[in-house]
Structure formats: structure tokens, C-alpha cells
Nanobody, 126 residues
Framework: QVQLVESGGGLVQAGDSLRLSCVAS????????MGWFRQAPGKEREFVAA????????IYADSVKGRFTISRDNAKNTVYLHMNSLKPEDTAVFYC???????????????????WGQGTQVTVSS
């Protein structure tokens, strides 16, 4: 079992930056696939970014590419989402997710992940 706890959300203005943290416990995440997803009111949960389990290379949704960065600190068992140039359309609850390695792992699909945090609210005002 892996427990995930997100933090770092808040209310910011357009153009500001935030760093979300996801602290894992129960297992070492160094060999896990780690992802960030978000869900806005009335919308489905959508992929934001992921760190591959095999080599920690990163994948991003087109909507955040160039603005968001996912990173890991394996010594702290923590994954981060650095968000720059925030826009009002980034407003959502952001969730951290983890999954053990698997062949043909679909990094952008929420159903591929076994473990989820409780989410942290990010609100961007215009």
C-alpha cells in the first residue's frame, strides 16, 4: 500500500507560480510511476504530468507543456509539480497518483493508477 498526501495548493493570481508536493509513505516510490491529475468542477479528471517508473523521464499534457514541471526527490519520497504562468483555466483540484511498474503502462489514464491522494485545491484568479 502507498499513501499519498498532497499540499501546496492555494489561491493565486494569473501569472503566478505554485509548487505542489506529494509525500508518499508505505513504499519507496523510486520505482513507481507517478502522475499528477486535476479535476475542475463539472469536468472529468484529466492528466497533467507523469514521471515514468523506468527512467523518471517526464510526460506532459499539451495544455501545461512549457509551464509545469514534474520532479522527484526519491530521498524524500516526494514528487513535486512546479507550476508557472498559471491561468484561470488551471483552477482545479490537483491529485497525485502512483502505480507499481507494469508493461504498456498508460501514464495519462487515471484508471492506470492504483493509489491516489486526497487532492489539493488550486484557484487562479484573473
Amino acid at each position: 500500500q502507498v499513501q499519498l498526501v498532497e499540499s501546496g495548493g492555494g489561491l493565486v493570481q494569473a501569472g503566478d507560480s505554485l509548487r505542489l508536493s506529494c509525500v508518499a509513505s508505505g513504499r519507496t516510490i523510486s520505482s513507481y510511476a507517478m502522475g499528477w491529475f486535476r479535476q475542475a468542477p463539472g469536468k472529468e479528471r484529466e492528466f497533467v504530468a507523469a514521471s515514468r517508473w523506468s527512467d523518471a523521464t517526464t510526460i506532459y499534457a499539451d495544455s501545461v507543456k512549457g509551464r509545469f514541471t514534474i520532479s522527484r526527490d526519491n530521498a524524500k519520497n516526494t514528487v513535486y509539480l512546479h507550476m508557472n504562468s498559471l491561468k484561470p483555466e488551471d483552477t482545479a483540484v490537483f491529485y497525485c497518483a502512483a502505480s507499481a511498474p507494469a508493461s504498456n503502462f498508460q501514464y495519462s489514464r487515471p484508471s492506470a493508477y492504483a493509489y491516489w491522494g486526497q487532492g489539493t485545491q488550486v484557484t487562479v484568479s484573473s
